[in-house]
């Protein structure tokens, strides 16, 4: 039972270049979100989709893109790498509904921008 | 949602209860009390929530007062292994989109 699986765990990229953060699901939740994590800090909402074709911006969406193609992959796409996006970055996802929702989380990919 | 207020850090000898407070003095009536924890930069794992009532499942235990304004975390026989951040969250179930907002948690250091 893999459960969220993110891809890679770590990269260092330049700034100015682009990359995408993989997530994948296998349990089909209905509900994907990113977020990032700080040092010292909690996390912080990115994106998050209800559904394939469905996103909307959650608390710090600038600088990324989502898109929500199928119901078990939610990838987050860095467009041009700033060093502020330096982070820890966990996918998350759950079945929708009323009260009665856990979240699953990935391991997270940790993102150093030089 | 409902805005959260947890002590920074509290520590527990092994083998005792560890009593993790939150207060929620804001929550609505919809609003559910959820509890997880990051153990060393893992990914966050659920550990319990509720509504009204106490709760109790295989890891913990939830004591929501009456009033609904605060809770508490029971891990009643904390180990070495449960040294993590604990964050308490009140969490809007509206039927669609269900998002967590972090604080900052308190950081549970289990000693021996």
């Known amino acids: 039972n893999a459960g969220v699986t993110q891809t890679p765990k770590f990269q260092v990229l330049k700034t100015g270049q682009s990359m995408t953060l993989q997530c994948a699901q296998d349990?089909?939740?209905?509900?994907m979100s990113w977020y990032r994590q700080d040092p010292g800090m909690g996390l912080r909402l990115i994106h998050y989709?209800?559904?394939?074709?469905?996103?909307d911006q959650g608390e710090v969406p600038n600088g990324y893109n989502v898109s929500r193609s199928t119901t078990e992959d939610f990838p987050l796409r860095l467009l041009s790498a700033a060093p502020s996006q330096t982070s820890v970055y966990f996918c998350?996802?759950?079945?929708?509904?009323?009260?009665?929702?856990?979240?699953?989380f990935g391991q997270g990919t940790r993102l150093t921008v030089v | 949602d409902a805005k959260t207020t947890q002590p920074p850090s509290m520590d527990c000898a092994e083998g005792r209860a560890a009593n993790l407070p939150c207060n929620h003095s804001?929550?609505?009536?919809?609003?559910?009390v959820y509890w997880y924890r990051q153990i060393h930069s893992q990914g966050p794992q659920y550990i319990i929530h509720?509504?009204?009532n106490n709760e109790t499942n295989e890891m913990a235990s939830l004591i929501i007062t009456e009033d609904r304004k605060s809770s508490t975390l029971i891990l009643p026989h904390a180990t070495l292994r449960d040294t993590a951040v604990y964050y308490c969250?009140?969490?809007?179930?509206?039927?669609?989109?269900?998002?967590?907002?972090f604080g900052t948690g308190t950081r549970l250091q289990v000693t021996l």
């Open positions: 804001t929550i609505s009536g919809n609003e559910y």
């Open positions: 349990m089909n939740h209905e509900y």
């Open positions: 969250i009140v969490r809007a179930g509206t039927g669609t989109a269900s998002k967590l907002t």
């Open positions: 989709s209800v559904g394939a074709g469905i996103t």
């Open positions: 998350a996802s759950s079945y929708l509904g009323q009260g009665n929702t856990e979240a699953f």
């Open positions: 509720g509504l009204k």
